[in-house]
């Protein structure tokens, strides 16, 4: 199943390319500047990278259908998976926001005493969250924090070597835990509690719907590099360095300037397909995938907008009992956006677009013959999310953007029903480079 599970790998790709190319072309680097100047406008946040182990012990209660027809029963192996991380500290230390990458799936693997072959697979998504230090974090001090997060997550199943149902766990979870840093090292570990894991109801056949049960609690431990690529701007700010940087760049013509951005970027659907509830009820109501979403655009300094090109492709495929279904979505937008207000650099903004969306779907269904829809719309669209800006003149910054499309839905000739494609997108990270100063510089 290409889903956002199996598509992690580009994340993970991605992000050490974007560290280094951060850290190698930034021109100083500093982590946690904040503590004897609160609220300075060049200490608002420091970015990090790090790695953690996480735990998850064994329980639940699995459930699957064996070659007699019989339900059957079964525990979840102790799971243990290394992650990334990639966030900011944010508000002089007292918020991080994050996301956080677990590559890998893992498996219980068992034959059981009627000879039924199981392979039950895990695997987590990218949990993008935020967590609250209600005493700011300092080096060579302990500090609590608490923490929320959307946690998206697949299980599914194959028995006797027939892929069985992929169960959808987009859940809340909290977590509550202590750091502890030293020089521009993190060390992190917490608890951490998923929302709703009881009861799912969850089919073991195509009409056999059950009820199962997937381990809630899970524990982490790692450690996190800090560094700031804005706090050497103050004393520049003081003597009227960055004054002078905007007026060379006025001059150069580059306070507007074409931009380029990536990062990755989190595409599910909002809400179940009629089509395959109508008639595929056992199939994962909401399709997930990570994308890569460059953007070419045209940021306007004097009204502090942004227009922008936006192209996304997202793919994704399920298979259950039989039933394989493809889905293609890829987009070219046009989006334009104002910002409100600067807070210290952060910046929120919200706009609107309109995009090309071509979408198609497959599927086929055992020994049936092939049932194919495709279709061109243009679509509208909202966009929202901030950008930190801390000097006004930065070459490259960090964005953060939510999209929602309404009525990305194709009909399928075999019911007459909508079948509902990825519509709501969060890239939490990404990278913009502002061209026209990036080249004033060299």
Same mark, same amino acid.
Request: charged letters at 20%; aromatic letters at 12%; hydrophobic letters at 40%.
């Given at each position: 199943m290409?889903?956002?599970?199996s598509?992690? @790998?580009?994340?993970?790709?991605?992000i050490?390319a974007?560290c280094?190319?951060?850290?190698?072309?930034?021109?100083?680097?500093?982590?946690?500047?904040?503590?004897d100047?609160a609220?300075?406008?060049?200490r608002?946040?420091?970015?990090?990278?790090g790695?953690d182990m996480?735990i998850?012990?064994s329980?639940g209660?699995l459930v699957?259908q064996?070659?007699? +027809?019989?339900?059957?029963r079964?525990q979840?192996?102790?799971r243990?998976?290394?992650?990334?991380t990639v966030?900011?500290m944010h508000?002089?230390g007292?918020t991080d926001?994050?996301?956080?990458i677990?590559?890998?799936?893992?498996?219980?693997r068992?034959t059981?005493a009627?000879?039924?072959?199981?392979?039950a697979?895990?695997?987590?998504g990218?949990?993008?969250?935020?967590r609250?230090?209600?005493w700011?974090?300092?080096r060579d001090k302990i @500090?609590?924090?608490v923490g929320?997060a959307?946690?998206p997550g697949?299980?599914?199943?194959?028995?006797n070597g027939e892929?069985g149902?992929s169960?959808?766990l987009?859940r809340t979870t909290?977590?509550? *835990?202590a750091t502890?840093q030293t *020089?521009d090292?993190?060390?992190?570990g917490?608890?951490r509690w998923m929302?709703?894991?009881?009861?799912?109801?969850?089919?073991a +056949?195509?009409?056999?719907k059950t009820?199962?049960?997937l381990?809630?609690?899970a524990?982490?431990?790692?450690a996190?590099?800090?560094f700031?690529?804005?706090?050497d701007?103050e004393?520049r700010d003081?003597?009227g360095g960055?004054?002078?940087? /905007? /007026?060379y760049?006025?001059?150069k013509?580059?306070?507007?300037?074409f931009?380029?951005?990536?990062?990755p970027?989190s595409?599910?659907t909002a809400?179940?397909?009629p089509h395959?509830?109508a008639?595929y009820?056992f199939?994962?109501p909401?399709n997930?995938?990570?994308?890569?979403?460059?953007?070419v *655009?045209?940021?306007?300094?004097?009204?502090?907008a942004?227009?922008?090109?936006?192209? @996304?492709s997202?793919?994704?495929?399920?298979?259950a009992f039989?039933?394989?279904q493809q889905?293609t979505r890829t987009?070219?937008?046009?989006? *334009?956006?104002k910002?409100?207000?600067?807070y210290?650099g952060?910046m929120?903004?919200?706009?609107a677009?309109?995009g090309v969306?071509?979408l198609s779907a497959?599927?086929?269904d055992r020994s049936e013959?092939a049932?194919r829809?495709?279709?061109?719309?243009?679509?509208?669209y909202?966009?929202?999310?901030?950008?930190?800006?801390p000097?006004?003149?930065?070459?490259?910054l960090?964005?953060t953007?939510v999209r929602y499309t309404?009525?990305?839905?194709?009909?399928?000739p075999?019911t007459?029903?909508a079948l509902?494609?990825q519509d709501?997108e969060?890239?939490f990270?990404?990278?913009?480079?502002?061209?026209?100063r990036?080249?004033?510089?060299?």
């Amino acid at each position: 199943m290409k889903t956002i599970f199996s598509s992690a @790998r580009f994340i993970v790709s991605m992000i050490p390319a974007i560290c280094v190319m951060m850290l190698t072309l930034a021109p100083t680097l500093f982590a946690q500047l904040y503590v004897d100047s609160a609220n300075a406008r060049y200490r608002f946040a420091q970015m990090y990278v790090g790695v953690d182990m996480q735990i998850q012990p064994s329980g639940g209660d699995l459930v699957y259908q064996g070659l007699n +027809g019989s339900v059957s029963r079964a525990q979840m192996d102790t799971r243990i998976a290394p992650r990334v991380t990639v966030g900011g500290m944010h508000f002089w230390g007292h918020t991080d926001f994050f996301i956080t990458i677990s590559p890998f799936q893992t498996s219980t693997r068992f034959t059981d005493a009627a000879g039924n072959s199981v392979n039950a697979m895990y695997q987590a998504g990218v949990e993008t969250g935020a967590r609250v230090y209600p005493w700011r974090v300092e080096r060579d001090k302990i @500090r609590p924090f608490v923490g929320i997060a959307w946690q998206p997550g697949m299980y599914r199943q194959t028995v006797n070597g027939e892929d069985g149902a992929s169960l959808n766990l987009d859940r809340t979870t909290l977590s509550a *835990g202590a750091t502890f840093q030293t *020089g521009d090292v993190i060390i992190e570990g917490g608890a951490r509690w998923m929302f709703n894991m009881n009861d799912m109801e969850y089919y073991a +056949g195509r009409s056999e719907k059950t009820t199962m049960t997937l381990p809630s609690a899970a524990f982490w431990l790692g450690a996190k590099y800090v560094f700031d690529t804005t706090v050497d701007m103050e004393e520049r700010d003081k003597r009227g360095g960055l004054e002078r940087h /905007k /007026k060379y760049f006025e001059k150069k013509g580059a306070m507007n300037t074409f931009t380029i951005a990536i990062g990755p970027s989190s595409v599910w659907t909002a809400s179940p397909s009629p089509h395959n509830e109508a008639k595929y009820p056992f199939l994962n109501p909401r399709n997930a995938v990570v994308v890569a979403d460059i953007g070419v *655009g045209y940021y306007l300094h004097d009204i502090d907008a942004h227009l922008n090109f936006a192209v @996304r492709s997202m793919n994704s495929s399920q298979r259950a009992f039989g039933l394989e279904q493809q889905l293609t979505r890829t987009t070219i937008g046009l989006e *334009g956006y104002k910002y409100f207000f600067d807070y210290h650099g952060f910046m929120p903004f919200l706009g609107a677009g309109i995009g090309v969306d071509f979408l198609s779907a497959t599927q086929r269904d055992r020994s049936e013959d092939a049932v194919r829809a495709a279709e061109t719309k243009f679509l509208p669209y909202v966009i929202t999310g901030w950008d930190i800006r801390p000097s006004g003149v930065e070459w490259f910054l960090l964005r953060t953007n939510v999209r929602y499309t309404p009525n990305v839905t194709l009909t399928m000739p075999n019911t007459g029903s909508a079948l509902r494609l990825q519509d709501l997108e969060i890239n939490f990270i990404q990278l913009v480079i502002n061209i026209n100063r990036f080249l004033a510089l060299r």
